[in-house]
């Protein structure tokens, strides 16, 4: 069974950083080392959007509001998915899922919720002004 299980969020004031991890149980990152796997976020009033996602460590991609701002990467040893995130504000308060496909690469679809396979529960994020 997969399971994954997200920690870091809190609170923080605007301008404050947060690392966010997403650790994955059930499927290995070191056998399947590329597909994708990403960083959503449901902010108040919005539905879920996309954040950030990689598969190769090459391939990291970016939401236009988290490009320059936060940086996604993986351990594939450790089976951890990390998003760091600077330069918090009001507006990235919300609740930060993380989701993997399963064998396959990261395209230009990765921002779409419905082609994930595995979900975690969430961790929340709130910021401050």
């Known amino acids: 069974q997969v399971q994954l299980v997200e920690s870091g969020g809190g609170s923080v004031q605007a301008g404050g950083s947060l690392r966010l991890s997403c650790v994955v149980s059930?499927?290995?990152?070191?056998?399947?080392?590329?597909?994708?796997v990403a960083w959503f976020r449901q902010t108040p009033g919005k539905g879920r959007e996309g954040v950030a996602a990689?598969?190769?460590?090459?391939?990291?991609r970016y939401s236009d509001s988290a490009r320059g701002r936060f940086t996604i990467s993986r351990d594939n040893s450790r089976n951890t998915l990390y998003l760091q995130m600077s330069g918090l504000g009001p507006d990235d308060t919300g609740m930060y899922y993380c989701?993997?496909?399963?064998?396959?690469?990261?395209?230009?679809?990765?921002?779409?919720?419905?082609?994930?396979?595995?979900w975690g529960q969430g961790t929340r994020v709130t910021v401050s002004s």
């Open positions: 059930g499927y290995s990152f070191t056998s399947d080392s590329m597909s994708c």
């Open positions: 989701a993997t496909k399963s064998w396959e690469f990261c395209s230009t679809s990765w921002p779409n919720e419905r082609t994930y396979t595995y």
């Open positions: 990689i598969g190769r460590p090459s391939d990291a």
